[in-house]
């Protein structure tokens, strides 16, 4: 058995765990409020996905959370409800799940096993080693737990409102359906790229990569806008859940994409031209020449 599948069947074991003792804390929890039941539930998993990473000493064993759990939380909170399930929660469910199944086969088909980690998580661990059991649980771990949190609270609701379907419904569902589209050709183009310029350290600047610096970003942020959206045609109303969806645009905008463009600057300041020149985030028409110009650097 190679290394590659034994990580593969510790970490299906673990998550299995998570989820099961997750399962557990939700049915058995006497509250009233079921949002908290699920956030109680949803924390206790991250808390054991956590420990997990502690005893590997890698803290990548959380990274298939961000796309695993939501539609697991949707799926057995919907059952668990009893209700009969109208158009806009059929296509929230539906949509979660395709973006799900897509984003985790793009972390499968990336990752090799225990012996690599995310280079952020390793940055962070470096500058405060003494610190890194608390960092490690708030900032790579619980924050994201958190914040995706968030993002579900609005499908609950639909799931609990019973509206039926209308033109918000249908747009949010399409919004949902095209960032998941636009993050698998972004994905795919990136994989194609890094394969044709192996050995080589370059700046991809063609198919969507010339329109925006992180298309792949945009595509996860367009995707939780999209839910907001068939939540608003739901409730009828734009409320305080608008906070959802700002709150997974701004961790990209102000956290993500500047550590990772810091990153690339440090060691290769060329990349300042692509950033000149091609938009941070929403595809948009670039300064780039029309023939591909090749920068010694790297990328996503």
């Known amino acids: 058995m190679s ?4 990580s593969l069947l510790e970490l299906t074991i673990s998550y299995t765990i998570a989820i099961l003792v997750g399962v557990i804390v939700y049915r058995f929890l006497n509250l009233e409020s079921l949002i908290l039941r699920i956030l109680i539930a949803d924390v206790v998993a991250t808390l054991l996905i956590w420990i997990h990473g502690l ?3 890698n803290s990548s064993v959380y990274d298939p959370y961000w796309s695993v759990i939501p539609p ?3 799926i057995l909170v919907a059952w668990d409800l009893g209700v009969t399930l109208t158009t806009p929660s059929q296509l929230i469910i539906f949509g979660v799940s395709l973006w799900a199944v897509r984003l985790t086969y793009n972390w499968f088909i990336g990752w090799r096993d225990f012996s690599e980690q995310d280079w952020r998580y390793t940055m962070i661990k470096e500058k405060s080693p003494k610190l890194w059991p608390v960092s490690n649980l708030f900032g790579i771990m619980m924050m994201p ?6 993002q579900l609270v609005a499908s609950i609701h639909v799931f609990q409102l019973g509206a039926n379907a209308n033109a918000l419904s249908y747009i949010g569902f399409l919004m949902i359906l095209l960032a998941t589209m636009i993050q698998f050709i972004a994905d795919r183009q990136m994989r194609k790229f890094k394969e044709r310029m192996k050995g080589k350290k370059a700046i991809i600047q063609e198919g969507l990569w010339k329109f925006s610096r ?3 970003y945009f595509g996860e942020v367009t995707m939780w806008w999209g839910v907001y959206i068939i939540y608003v045609g739901a409730s009828g109303m734009l409320d305080w859940m608008i906070v959802a969806p700002i709150l997974m645009t701004a961790l990209f905008v102000f956290i993500s994409i500047p550590m ?3 990153k690339i600057l440090k060691t290769r300041p060329q990349y300042r031209n692509y950033q000149q020149q091609v938009s941070m985030l929403i595809p948009w028409f670039s300064n780039l020449p029309k023939e591909e110009t090749t920068i010694s650097t790297s990328h996503e």
């Open 3 to 6: 290394s590659r599948t034994k």
């Open 55 to 57: 005893l590997r000493r």
């Open 72 to 74: 697991i939380i949707l």
């Open 145 to 150: 737990t958190l914040i995706v949190f968030i």
């Open 214 to 216: 992180h298309p792949n």
């Open 260 to 262: 990772m463009e810091k």
